[in-house]
């Protein structure tokens, strides 16, 4: 079924609503979790955690763990839970170093917390949310939910090191970005969908499809954020709007354009994002530029693309309304852009 379609088009606005009231008893044991496994005798540490956990993320991750398993039959006890709050404390770990490498100065609306406790203390405290959550992981006794997850942690980690050796080098290709988005972002979204069905002793078909699905709705969402950054709104996005241009990431949008461009162009794109070139001025151009070679318009068709993929592998799942929350989800994240 194709996220374009007219009859998808005539619906009501995608939202997670669906997902967040179907897991929300789930989900509050998964809070409750997060929270004891926040704490330490050192103060620092549940300070800075609370400062990010608090900040309003939507804590889809995590929702996707519990759907899934859901979904695929899991009943009458707390691995999804542990699973769940495992990856979202993965997802918090990195969201701390990724700040720290970035060098951001606000998360979620947010003052990110390298700004307020340091880059040292940041990046301690996500490696202490890492060791959390593989001490959590193991709690649930299953080898394979575990190997799962920590493969996908390294895989992330792998990722952050390809996009900060790819940063400012605009002879990035396509295939390379896809590649750093399918590490950084796709694999946890991959991971907690698949750790669902595991626990719930599905057969590997519906596995393989909650793996595929996790795949491709976290392309599909970083490709949406990569267009957000260039057209969206600070309250969406949760950062400010231009971060990635004046941080000198190559995104997707950015490779299209300056592929499309001339050489004059290209010059302002190296300038731009190679010398540091990116006022409020090159970013009205960069705008200009991305509008003017149908670079956005691009990148949303591939991820509506990624979208599509991810809408039929979740569609190998039993009927029930967890499934049409989860297939939602897919549609929520492209609809962000518009």
Avoid at 143 to 154: E, G, K, P, V, Y
Wanted: net charge negative.
């Amino acid at each position: 079924m194709s996220l374009a379609s007219p009859a998808q088009e005539s619906r009501r606005k995608p939202s997670i609503e669906a997902i967040v009231a179907l897991t929300r008893d789930s989900m509050g044991e998964v809070n409750r979790m997060i929270l004891a496994m926040a704490g330490s005798n050192v103060a620092l540490i549940p300070e800075i955690a609370e400062h990010l956990i608090s900040s309003g993320g939507k804590r889809l991750r995590p929702m996707l763990t519990i759907a899934s398993a859901l979904a695929c039959g899991y009943r009458g006890g707390d691995a999804h839970v542990k699973l769940a709050a495992s990856v979202e404390f993965m997802h918090t770990a990195t969201l701390l170093h990724d700040d720290v490498v970035d060098e951001s100065d606000l998360r979620r609306g947010r003052k990110t917390a390298r700004t307020i406790w340091g880059n040292q203390a940041s990046v301690l405290v996500g490696d202490f949310l890492l060791g959390q959550a593989f001490k959590t992981m193991v709690e649930v006794g299953s080898l394979t939910a575990l190997d799962i997850l920590s493969r996908a942690s390294a895989v992330i980690a792998e990722g952050e090191v390809w996009q900060l050796s790819a940063s400012k080098k605009l002879t990035t290709t396509e295939a390379d970005y896809l590649g750093v988005i399918e590490a950084k972002t796709a694999a946890l979204f991959a991971a907690a969908a698949e750790v669902g069905p595991v626990i719930a002793n599905a057969g590997p078909d519906l596995r393989a499809a909650m793996h595929a699905y996790g795949l491709n709705l976290g392309r599909a969402f970083q490709l949406a954020d990569d267009v957000l950054d260039y057209r969206g709104s600070t309250a969406a996005l949760g950062k400010n709007i231009g971060d990635d241009f004046r941080e000198g990431k190559i995104t997707l949008p950015v490779i299209l354009a300056h592929a499309r461009g001339s050489e004059a162009e290209r010059r302002f794109w190296r300038e731009a994002l190679e010398e540091n070139r990116n006022d409020d001025g090159a970013l009205a151009e960069a705008c200009r530029l991305l509008d003017r070679h149908g670079a956005l318009e691009a990148t949303v068709a591939r991820a509506r693309g990624f979208g599509d993929a991810a809408f039929r592998a979740a569609s190998q799942l039993p009927r029930s309304e967890i499934r049409e929350a989860l297939l939602e989800v897919v549609e929520f994240s492209i609809d962000r852009i518009n």
